[in-house]
T-cell receptor, first 113, second 114 residues
């Protein structure tokens, strides 16, 4: 059974810092991994989608890497801003059965001005 | 282009009642999935529909049901509501299967059961 873990659960950093959020999954048989952002009480905003054959994806100040064999992904945020404050969720789609996402519980990020 | 649209945005129901939540996918998307997110947790998979057929069901009781219409919109129905059904219900759509395209999520319906 696939399990997704995100560390740390919460993080508070001063503005301008570079930071790394971690995601690990127990079953390496995945189609893709997606990072999402969620503001309080809101839906999910897709940040980056990494296919299983890819090693990383970049969008602006965000870079996500994937090491499928070790079951790990990292989301790197450069030069953090107060507007980056949100919960960040990673999710994987397994290769067996339904194309459903298995989510981690998220990392709650607060960037202090 | 309109994103994934969910209605209503907020809903308050009494225990034992029935509720219907609605979702309109992005134009051209044929796959719709439903997720339940309890406060402080990641979303949990409830259903997936593709081309109007159920393609998967999560570990939820039979009180939960769904369907997809010919225009690819979808409804999630929950009968005999319990306090524990209070959650944010998220709908997600994908062009075909999520392996190549990923999912786009709506803003959700916040259901409160009292």
């Amino acid at each position: 059974k696939q399990e997704v873990t995100q560390i740390p659960a919460a993080l508070s950093v001063p503005e301008g810092e570079n930071l790394v959020l971690n995601c690990s999954f127990t079953d390496s048989a995945i189609y893709n991994l997606q990072w999402f952002r969620q503001d309080p009480g809101k839906g999910l905003t897709s940040l980056l989608l990494i296919q299983s054959s890819q090693r990383e994806q970049t969008s602006g100040r965000l870079n996500a890497s994937l090491d499928k064999s070790s079951g790990r992904s990292t989301l790197y945020i450069a030069a953090s801003q107060p507007g980056d404050s949100a919960t960040y969720l990673c999710a994987v789609v397994g290769t067996s059965g339904t194309y459903k996402y298995i989510f981690g519980t998220g990392t709650r990020l607060k960037v202090l001005a | 282009d309109a994103g994934v649209t969910q209605s209503p945005t907020h809903l308050i129901k009494t225990r034992g009642q029935h509720v219907t939540l609605r979702c309109s996918p992005i134009s051209g998307h044929k796959s719709v999935s439903w997720y339940q997110q309890v406060l402080g947790q990641g979303p949990q998979f409830i259903f997936q529909y593709y081309e109007k057929e159920e393609r998967g069901r999560g570990n939820f009781p039979d009180r939960f049901s769904a369907r997809q219409f010919p225009n690819y919109s979808s409804e999630l129905n929950v009968n005999a509501l319990l306090l524990g059904d209070s959650a944010l219900y998220l709908c997600a759509s994908s062009l075909m299967d999520a392996a190549n395209y990923g999912y786009t999520f709506g803003s959700g319906t916040r259901l409160t059961v009292v």
